[in-house]
C-alpha cells in the first residue's frame, strides 16, 4: 500500500515539477519584451559596437592625409606572431639631412590575435582599434593590409 | 571427426567498442573517447587527447612576459582572465612588485565575472546534453549581458587579454558599475528560473542523482579540484586557502556536499553563481581610486629561479610554473591545467554505468577541451 502511496506521489511531484518549468517556458514564450535576439544582417545600419571592442588595427590620420608613425618598429618587436612588419625607408629633408621614415606599414589581419599590444606600447599613439568587424573577404590577399594611406607623411610636432 | 568449438563466451571477445567524438556535440570539443561497451553497460573509457594541442607550453619559450598572455587566453578560453591572470600574478611574484589596490579590486570583479559567465554556460550545455534544449538559450542570454561588460573595458568578449604583468591594460569603463549592477539585478531574478527549469525537473533529478559518485578520498588521490571536488567534500578553493588579489577583504563561503554525485556537482556551480555575485557586491561600490597598472620596464627580466603562482579558475586550480634562466624569454613554462587532471577520474566514474550516463558524467565534470591539451 505505501508503495503504490509513493509511486503516485512521484507521479505527481514530477508532473508539478514539469509544470514547473514549463510555466517559466510559456511566459517568455507569450512576453514579446523580453526577446532579446538582435537581427544582425538587418540591423547593420542601427547596429552600434561598443567603443572598445577590438575589430581592426588602424592607423588614423587627419584631414592634411598626416598620421602619428614615426617607424620606430616597436609595434613590430612586440607582436606576439610577427603580424605587423614595418618598412621604413632614408629620405634627405630640406636641410640636407638624413631622415628615417615610415615606408609602408603593413599588418596582416588573418593571423592577428588582437593582444593590443600593438596599440598599447606604440610611443607615439599612431595605432588604434577600429570597431569593423565584417572581415569576410574571398581573396585571402585582402586580408595583408597596408595602414599608412598612400602620400601620407608623418604629423609635425611628433617627435621622431 | 569432431571440430573443437571455439568458446566465444570470453568478456573480452563480447566488448563492444565504440568511438565518442572527435566531433560529438556532447564533448564540447575536439575530444575522442573511446568506450567498450558490454551491452549498454560502460566497462572502460579511453580518452585521446591532443585534437587542438597547440603546443602552448612550447611557444611561451619564445616569447617575452608580456606576450605569452595573449597565448594562455587560448587555454580554457571560459576562464580567460583567469588564466592572464595566474601568469602576471607570478611574474609580479619573481619581480617582488608591489600592485595597486585598484588593480587587485579590478581583477577580482573581473575574475568572479569570468567564473559566473563560465558557469551559466556550463548550466545552459549540461541542460542540453541532457535533453533541455530550452536552458541553453537561456542561459546564453543572461551570458550575453557579462560578455558586454568585458567588451565594452577589455574590447574583447571571451578572449580578453585584459591582464598585464604590473596591472590592467586599460582603465574600467565608466560605465562598468552601472553595468554590473544591472545585470546583478537582472542575475538574481532569474536564478530561480533556473531551478524552477533545471535543477527541480523530475527528469533531470533521474539522470543525475547517484550518478558517478566520488568519494573525499578519492577526489583527493585523483587531484579533482574546482567544484567537482568541492561536491565530494574537498575543501580546496585557492581563493580561500591561499588568497590572491582581493580575496582576502572579501567574504564568501566554500560551496561544499558530502554526496559527490553529477547532481552535487552541478549544484555546486549554480551555488558558487551566487557566492560569485555575493562577492561582486561587496566590492563593485568600493573600487579604490589609483593607477591602474604600475609602470614597467618595456623588457621584462626575471630573476634566475623557479616560480609558481595558482589561482581558482571556474573548473579547478590553475597553477603555473615558470623558470627563469635571467633572459627575457622564460626558459621553461608548466601550466598545472584543471581540466587535464580532472579527466584523469573520468575513467573510474564512468564504470559501470550505462552509456546515457557517460554524457551525463562528462557534462558534470565541465571539461573545456583546449585547456586538456593546450
Same mark, same amino acid.
Given at each position: 500500500m505505501r508503495s503504490i502511496i509513493n509511486y503516485l506521489k512521484d507521479i505527481f511531484l514530477g508532473v508539478r515539477s514539469l509544470l514547473k518549468g514549463m510555466k517559466v517556458t510559456s511566459r517568455y514564450f507569450w512576453s514579446p519584451r523580453s526577446i532579446v535576439t538582435e537581427k544582425y544582417p538587418e540591423n547593420r545600419k542601427t547596429l552600434v559596437m561598443l567603443e572598445r571592442s577590438k575589430g581592426e588595427v588602424i592607423m588614423p590620420h587627419n584631414d592634411k592625409n598626416e598620421?602619428? %608613425?614615426?617607424?620606430?618598429?616597436i609595434c613590430q618587436i612586440n607582436c606576439p606572431n610577427g603580424s605587423i612588419e614595418v618598412i621604413s625607408k632614408i629620405i634627405d629633408t630640406e636641410d640636407g639631412k638624413k631622415k628615417k621614415i615610415i615606408d609602408k606599414h603593413i599588418y596582416?589581419?588573418?593571423?592577428?590575435?588582437? %593582444?593590443g599590444l600593438c596599440v598599447k606600447t606604440c610611443p607615439s599613439n599612431a595605432l588604434a582599434f577600429s570597431t569593423k568587424f565584417e572581415h569576410a573577404v574571398f581573396n585571402k590577399a585582402l586580408l595583408i593590409k597596408v595602414l599608412n594611406k598612400p602620400g601620407s607623411q608623418l604629423m609635425k610636432g611628433v617627435e621622431q | 571427426m569432431e571440430e573443437k568449438v571455439k568458446d566465444i563466451d570470453t568478456d573480452e571477445q563480447q566488448e563492444y567498442i565504440i568511438n565518442i567524438g572527435p566531433q560529438h556535440p556532447s564533448t564540447h570539443g575536439v575530444m575522442r573517447l573511446v568506450v567498450s561497451l558490454k551491452g549498454e553497460t560502460v566497462k572502460n573509457v579511453e580518452p585521446h587527447l591532443g585534437?587542438?594541442?597547440?603546443?602552448i607550453e612550447k611557444m611561451c619559450e619564445s616569447l617575452t612576459y608580456q606576450q605569452i598572455i595573449h597565448l594562455t587566453d587560448r587555454m580554457d578560453y571560459l576562464a580567460a582572465h583567469m588564466n592572464n591572470e595566474v601568469v602576471c600574478l607570478a611574474v609580479e611574484k619573481a619581480l617582488e612588485i608591489e600592485i595597486p589596490d585598484r588593480v587587485k579590486v579590478i581583477r577580482t570583479l573581473m575574475s568572479e565575472l569570468t567564473r559566473i559567465q563560465s558557469h551559466e554556460l556550463f548550466w545552459a550545455s549540461y541542460g542540453m546534453d541532457l535533453g533541455g534544449q530550452t536552458c541553453y538559450f537561456y542561459g546564453l542570454r543572461d551570458r550575453e549581458m557579462v560578455l558586454d561588460i568585458f567588451e565594452e573595458t577589455t574590447g574583447g568578449r571571451m578572449i580578453v587579454s585584459y591582464n598585464c604583468p604590473g596591472g590592467v591594460m586599460y582603465d574600467l569603463h565608466p560605465n562598468f558599475q552601472k553595468r554590473v549592477k544591472e545585470f546583478l539585478k537582472h542575475f538574481r531574478k532569474v536564478l530561480p528560473e533556473y531551478d524552477d527549469i533545471l535543477t527541480n525537473n523530475v527528469i533531470f533529478h533521474e539522470r543525475?542523482?547517484?550518478?558517478?559518485p566520488l568519494s573525499l578520498n578519492e577526489a583527493i588521490s585523483y587531484g579533482i579540484t574546482g567544484p567537482s571536488g568541492r561536491a565530494s567534500?574537498?575543501?580546496?578553493?585557492v581563493r580561500k586557502h591561499e588568497p590572491y588579489s582581493a580575496y582576502d577583504r572579501v567574504k564568501f563561503n566554500e560551496v561544499l556536499y558530502a554526496e559527490g554525485d553529477a547532481f552535487h556537482r552541478y549544484l555546486a556551480r549554480v551555488e558558487e553563481m551566487r557566492e560569485s555575485m555575493n562577492i561582486i557586491d561587496q566590492l563593485i561600490d568600493n573600487i579604490p581610486e589609483g593607477p591602474y597598472a604600475v609602470k614597467m620596464k618595456p623588457v621584462i627580466r626575471l630573476p634566475e629561479g623557479e616560480y609558481y603562482q595558482r589561482v581558482e579558475t571556474p573548473r579547478g586550480e590553475l597553477g603555473v610554473f615558470i623558470i627563469s634562466?635571467?633572459?627575457?624569454?622564460?626558459y621553461r613554462v608548466h601550466f598545472r591545467t584543471p581540466n587535464f587532471a580532472n579527466l584523469s577520474v573520468l575513467n573510474h566514474l564512468v564504470k559501470g554505468f550505462k552509456i546515457a550516463d557517460l554524457i551525463s558524467i562528462f557534462g558534470s565534470l565541465d571539461f573545456v577541451i583546449p585547456d586538456i591539451d593546450r
Open positions: 598620421h602619428h %608613425c614615426t617607424g620606430c618598429g596582416k589581419l588573418g593571423q592577428c590575435t588582437f %593582444c | 585534437y587542438i594541442h597547440r603546443g543525475t542523482v547517484g550518478i558517478g567534500g574537498f575543501s580546496c578553493d634562466d635571467g633572459n627575457k624569454t622564460p
